[in-house]
């Protein structure tokens, strides 16, 4: 047996007509070389050739299939130089789809329709969300009569219509209010936007505005706030009051211009007393829910009314705006003696124009801002009027960047120099009522984690003033259960020594809060 | 006879040759020509994008966004983009904005609506997860082609296989990436992250259609991308609707202006 076969073998190896080759048999010879030349031209394809496919190529997704070139062979190599692709790797004209792909079928899915749909779904052009949240003093205060700070149920519902290049569009708050006992009706917006011209912008109505470099300071914002809602645990959104104005943007190449005139005076949502106790100096206690802050605000349209201007643009990559105010200390910036059957003081809120500018950009790994402003009581010029807020100079120097991976770190510098101190303290009251310093420093700590798929955001805020001896400390939780639910959770915890102080003054009100929410 | 033989060896041996060099453009031509059509393509674009995200324990999320893009100047390196948020519930209106420059960071704008703040973000690490999906921002924008060395492993009838090493490994973590490079219209089908010889990220193009654009160009448009990442767990499908090409965006819109007021005839 392996006698044969080795005999096959070596006359197999050997060309047929074995034995050296006869010159004079020139078919033999041809036949032979032809035999040797076609193997070596094989030889040289293989080599210089594309290589054969891996076996881990991409399967070609539909789209790109029938677009197959092969490269134009020069004649007299035809077909049989291409490598087959291997089998499973999908052929020229049909590779192996996932499932749903097939490329008949491309067109419907277009149309993504969503994969779980609620069962009960508010109409495409109504939005908004319905949240219950609450929140509880960690310690008794005195001047208030409940431990509840917030328990309410809100529905914000908004929408839009566009007629053209007119958009008109609503958001309304409908809340009931178990801590005060009562339900409330808070219109957030209802504003007319309109483009007359290609490069003027015009928003009429009720809406926030915001603008300005700080991060929850405000030296150029006069912007009504509503501190009360930031206090005790409410949504950061409602940090800021809407106002009723009209909005005129003017954009062009050299600088951007936007103007707000707002025709009744907007005061802060300021802390009055009706949740949150505040530091009455004149009594030297704390005044809460039942001696709440009367106030007297210049109210006449078109007579009271505020101008807020800022002029902005571009410079390299650094945006640099300037602005000016013209209106009122947004929260009471005086006192005014009364009758004493209305409580014998009375807020009011003096005249005021603001002038500043502001500078920000990237600076390093970071963002870095700068704003200056300076607040020119105009119904105290000299300083003596221990009844009206005196002239201040303000400057916020901020720096923002990330410190590790999804971990983001602020910080900022606030000054609130007042002018004509000396004029504050001299007079006649002032040994009794005086109590701010010439200069507040106001330190401020941002930290911001996210986690699980930015699912889960952790934050702490902290203002801190080394001359005040305060703090007032934000921390809080939010996660996203899934694309409509979200809960989270904080804190607002004040401290000080002082009675008086900004925040020292409100340590009694200490509380922490929870709430869920459902967006649509 | 042998002349003859000889001849048609040099023959065949020639033609074989210029067959074979007709075939493989340099590698910086395959990465240029990659990089335009990932990238660059037309003059600028939109498209309705929904995001599935889906987690590690199989759990979903829905983005969709309406993403602008404009090219600066046509030497395929600054860019604009825009891109505003429909879903979920309460993200919508919220727009980010980036204008991407090469050879330095990016700068980059985040509007939020209820609030009325524009914010200016600080440059990031670009392979960090964009919006919460496994796509990074750097997938989102495109890697600079000068980051990397770029090697042409192989060429097969279908694709361009191109391996590219990072210039400075310690920024990124992973140690070399490979691409499937569709031979005719260089769309990369697959894009395979290695670190210490395993693969744990993969990109991978779905679906690619025809997108007409200006002057009867027909654009080759990846529809449908999945890209899955083994160190997050899970993976991010994008699905693309409503692509246009050259639509005529102008730079203006890539201002503080239209995120405070969105360009509202580009976003449905």
């Given amino acids: ?520 | 006879m042998k002349k003859l033989l000889c001849s048609l060896c040099a023959i065949a041996f020639a033609v074989v040759l210029s067959a074979a060099a007709q075939d493989t453009p340099s590698v910086d031509e395959v990465v240029k020509k990659t990089n335009h059509q990932a990238y660059y393509q037309g003059l600028d674009g939109k498209a309705r994008v929904k995001m599935t995200i889906t987690d590690k324990q199989g759990r979903t999320r829905t983005k969709e966004f309406t993403i602008l893009r404009m090219d600066v100047g046509d030497t395929d390196a600054e860019q604009r983009f825009y891109v505003y948020f429909h879903e979920p519930a309460d993200e919508r209106g919220t727009v980010f904005m980036v204008h991407k420059h090469v050879g330095k960071d990016d700068d980059r704008w985040l509007y939020l609506p209820a609030l009325d703040v524009v914010k200016q973000i600080a440059a990031s690490d670009e392979r960090t997860s964009f919006v919460g999906s496994h796509f990074f921002y750097e997938d989102v924008s495109g890697r600079g082609i000068d980051e990397d060395n770029h090697e042409l492993l192989d060429v097969t009838d279908t694709y361009y296989i191109l391996k590219n090493t990072p210039k400075n490994p310690d920024a990124v973590e992973f140690d070399s990436y490979t691409m499937w490079i569709h031979k005719p219209t260089f769309i990369p089908v697959k894009v395979e992250f290695e670190k210490a010889g395993t693969v744990y990220r993969k990109v991978q193009a779905l679906k690619v259609e025809d997108i007409a654009g200006k002057d009867d160009a027909k654009y080759k448009t990846v529809t449908k991308s999945v890209l899955t990442d083994d160190n997050i767990g899970g993976n991010t499908t994008l699905e693309y609707s409503s692509v246009q090409y050259d639509i005529g965006l102008t730079e203006d819109i890539f201002t503080e202006r239209y995120l405070r007021n969105p360009p509202r005839e580009y976003i449905e």
Avoid at chain 1, 502 to 512: E, L, Y
Wanted: hydrophobic letters at 35%; proline letters at 6%.
């Fill in chain 1, 1 to 520: 047996m392996g006698g044969r076969t080795s005999d096959n073998a070596s006359a197999l190896a050997e060309p047929s007509g074995s034995g050296p080759r006869r010159l004079e048999n020139n078919t033999v010879v041809l036949a032979n070389n032809t035999v040797v030349l076609a193997l070596a031209l094989v030889a040289l394809c293989t080599l210089f050739l594309p290589n054969i496919a891996t076996a881990d190529e991409p399967a070609l997704p539909p789209g790109l299939a029938e677009e197959e070139a092969t490269p134009a062979l020069p004649e007299g190599l035809g077909d049989e130089t291409t490598p087959s692709l291997p089998e499973g790797l999908g052929d020229d004209t049909g590779p192996a789809l996932p499932p749903g792909l097939a490329e008949e079928s491309a067109a419907a899915t277009d149309t993504a329709e969503p994969e779980k749909q609620p069962k009960l779904r508010p109409p495409d052009w109504l939005h908004g969300f319905w949240e219950v949240r609450g929140g509880l003093r960690t310690q008794d205060d005195p001047a208030q009569p409940r431990d509840a700070i917030l328990g309410e149920t809100r529905l914000q519902l908004k929408t839009e219509k566009t007629w053209n290049d007119i958009v008109l569009e609503g958001t309304a708050d409908f809340i009931g209010d178990g801590v005060l006992e009562e339900g409330d009706f808070d219109l957030r917006r209802l504003r007319l936007t309109w483009r007359p011209l290609d490069n003027l912008d015009i928003r009429l109505g009720r809406q926030v505005l915001t603008w300005g470099t700080g991060d929850m300071l405000f030296i150029n914002d006069l912007f009504p706030k509503d501190w009360q809602s930031f206090f005790i645990g409410r949504d950061v959104e409602y940090l800021k009051a809407p106002s009723d104005a009209v909005k005129v943007g003017w954009f062009n190449d050299i600088a951007n211009l936007e103007l707000v005139y707002t025709p009744q005076f907007e005061h802060d949502r300021f802390i009055s007393g009706e949740r949150i106790s505040y530091w009455n100096p004149l009594f030297r206690n704390f005044a809460g829910r039942d001696s709440q802050v009367h106030y007297n605000a210049p109210s006449t349209w078109f007579e009271d009314d505020e101008w807020a201007l800022r002029v902005y643009r571009n410079i390299g990559s650094y945006q640099l705006a300037l602005y000016g105010y013209s209106g009122y200390w947004k929260s009471p910036g005086g006192q005014k003696l009364v009758r004493p059957a209305r409580g014998l003081m009375q807020a009011t809120f003096p005249k005021l124009n603001v002038y500043g500018a502001s500078l920000r950009g990237m600076v390093g790994k970071g963002i870095a801002n700068i704003e200056i402003g300076y607040y020119d009581s105009r119904q105290d010029p000299g300083g003596d009027n221990l009844f009206v807020n005196n002239s201040e100079f303000r400057v916020l120097v901020g720096y923002e960047r990330e410190i590790a991976k999804e971990f983001t770190a602020a910080v900022q510098y606030y000054l609130e120099h007042m002018m004509d101190y000396d004029a504050y303290g001299n007079g006649l009251l002032a040994r009794y009522m005086a109590t701010r310093d010439k200069d507040r420093h106001v330190f401020t700590l941002r930290l911001t984690k996210l986690l699980m798929n930015q699912n889960l955001t952790l934050s702490l805020f902290t203002y801190y003033s080394p001359s005040d001896g305060d703090a007032y400390l934000r921390p809080h939780a939010k996660y996203k259960v899934n694309d409509h639910w979200t809960v989270e959770a904080g804190g607002n915890v004040f401290m000080g020594e002082s009675d008086a102080s900004f925040f020292g003054q409100f340590r009694n009100n200490t509380n922490v809060y929870a709430g869920m929410r459902y967006a649509f």
